[in-house]
Nanobody, 129 residues
């Protein structure tokens, strides 16, 4: 059973930056498609970004394009979500999710939570004005 642990959340002022990390119990995450989801207060869960297995292709939701970047570390044991120019709408609990499968990187892979069997416990991001 793969375990995922998110870290790096916190309180930041509007316009600020945070970097979320997703670490796992696996020797490598390279074989996994990884996605970041978020759920804000009173909102449905939303797919934010995803990155392909065995590669670097990514996709992000329009609301974060140009501000958020998903990436893998060189050792392929962690995945990051670099978040810049944060605003109040980004306040949410952010989850890392993974699946041992090379999905095509498209909107479905980014949005479909049911494609992922492994989830972290979440990292809270709060943005103050």
């Amino acid at each position: 059973q793969l375990q995922l642990v998110e870290s790096g959340g916190g309180l930041v002022q509007s316009g600020g930056s945070l970097r979320l990390s997703c670490a796992s119990s696996a020797a490598t995450l390279d074989a996994y498609t990884i996605a970041w989801f978020r759920q804000g207060p009173g909102k449905e869960r939303e797919g934010v970004s995803c990155i392909e297995a065995f590669g670097t292709r990514t996709k992000s939701v329009d609301s974060v394009k140009g501000r958020f970047t998903i990436s893998r570390d060189n050792a392929k044991i962690a995945v990051y979500l670099e978040m810049n120019s944060l605003n109040y709408e980004d306040k949410a609990l952010y989850y890392c999710a993974s699946q041992l499968k090379k999905y095509s990187i498209n909107v479905a892979t980014m949005r479909a939570a049911e494609r992922y069997d492994y989830w972290g416990q979440g990292a809270q991001v709060t943005v103050s004005s």
